[in-house]
């Protein structure tokens, strides 16, 4: 079993790929993975918010995990596939969809309809430990999830789900106070934060991000990345960068003008201009009009010329 401390870095999410009326597009997901795996990632995952878990058909799921399988064993490159579903029952069934793929781990999220307590928490996390196998769980407990754990949860699920390696997780925007509960409560837990704090999670200890900063150049993320671990002075200056075009040109599109915050992540895409995957969300979810792209891309010159595409 893949171990918290082989669980690091910057991993690249898949974006669903689909056309103007939302079906999925095969050839342009497969060239979107043949993208993110020459940028040498640490690793690729699958199945995020932003790859559009809860839109997929059974069909759907079982194709691009093994694109993604496929194209990532033939590179050498580790990748993870999300299992997630708002139903407890099809997250198990992906599970079981999947796991002769071997993915580096699964990810999964709790069931979200109505809100678990730890009871439910520890039984859902037990029965997919026991169907995974020998392959190890990443948890992504996201602020807006129906159940949001605090540190002092991670390890009341370890101790009953020992192939519990990794969270996803917020950071309460950098908080030191949610970092020194994050280190009194992560042993044998790898814990990801958000792309765009990955330098100020480096510096208190987090093990990586599942990075959304990597849809708007995954070239550059792993850069930055890499960078931490030779130059942490340079990489922290660069994520106030990153923050500062943040809160300028991507911030006001969930804050003010309500777009969902996957929305923001196919934007990204579409401002890197790194991979065709289309300019809009699955109905129902509104996405941000294309016209926008020009503006943005100028700030990102501006401001973070290191995320431009060379």
């Known amino acids: 079993m893949r171990t918290r401390k082989e669980l690091k870095g910057n991993w690249a999410t898949l974006l669903l790929a689909t056309d103007k009326v939302g079906n999925l597009d095969i050839p342009r997901m497969e060239e979107e993975i043949d993208v993110l795996i020459a940028s040498s990632p640490n690793g690729i995952y699958s199945n995020g918010t932003a790859g559009e878990f809860y839109t997929q058909d059974r069909d759907e799921y079982v194709r691009i995990s093994g694109?993604?399988?496929?194209?990532?064993?033939?590179?050498?490159?580790?990748?993870?596939?999300?299992?997630?579903?708002?139903?407890?029952?099809?997250?198990?069934?992906?599970?079981?969809?999947?796991k002769d793929l071997r993915p580096f781990a699964v990810q999964v999220i709790l069931p979200d309809w109505f809100p678990v307590d730890d009871r439910a928490a520890i039984s859902f996390m037990k029965k997919m430990a026991e169907e995974a196998g020998d392959i190890p769980l990443v948890l992504y407990n996201p602020p807006h999830a129906k159940k949001v754990l605090g540190p002092e949860k991670w390890q009341?699920?370890?101790?009953?789900?020992?192939?519990?390696?990794?969270?996803?997780?917020?950071?309460?925007?950098?908080?030191?106070?949610?970092?020194?509960?994050?280190?009194?409560?992560?042993?044998?837990i790898a814990v990801f934060v958000p792309g765009h704090h990955l330098a100020t999670g480096y510096m208190n200890g987090?093990?990586?991000?599942?990075?959304?900063?990597?849809?708007?150049?995954?070239?550059?993320?792993?850069?930055?990345?890499?960078?931490?671990?030779?130059?942490?002075?340079?990489?922290?200056?660069?994520?106030?960068?990153?923050?500062?075009?943040?809160?300028?040109?991507?911030?006001?599109?969930?804050?003010?003008?309500?777009?969902?915050?996957?929305?923001?992540?196919?934007?990204?895409?579409?401002?890197?201009?790194?991979?065709?995957?289309?300019?809009?969300?699955?109905?129902?979810?509104?996405?941000?009009?294309?016209?926008?792209?020009?503006?943005?891309?100028?700030?990102?010159?501006?401001?973070?010329?290191?995320?431009?595409?060379?």
């Open 156 to 188: 009341l699920i370890r101790k009953e789900v020992p192939s519990l390696i990794g969270v996803k997780v917020f950071d309460d925007n950098c908080s030191p106070d949610w970092y020194e509960r994050m280190r009194r409560n992560s042993e044998g």
């Open 67 to 98: 694109i993604l399988a496929g194209k990532c064993k033939a590179a050498g490159v580790d990748f993870q596939i999300g299992a997630s579903h708002p139903c407890a029952q099809e997250s198990l069934w992906r599970l079981n969809a999947v």
């Open 206 to 310: 987090a093990s990586g991000a599942y990075s959304n900063v990597a849809c708007l150049n995954p070239f550059a993320a792993q850069k930055w990345y890499d960078l931490m671990t030779a130059d942490l002075d340079s990489a922290l200056e660069l994520e106030s960068r990153i923050n500062v075009f943040m809160k300028k040109c991507i911030d006001p599109f969930i804050a003010e003008m309500h777009y969902p915050n996957h929305a923001c992540d196919r934007f990204m895409a579409l401002v890197g201009g790194w991979a065709d995957v289309g300019a809009d969300l699955r109905w129902p979810y509104s996405s941000i009009p294309e016209g926008y792209v020009s503006q943005v891309r100028k700030e990102v010159e501006n401001i973070i010329p290191e995320f431009l595409m060379k």
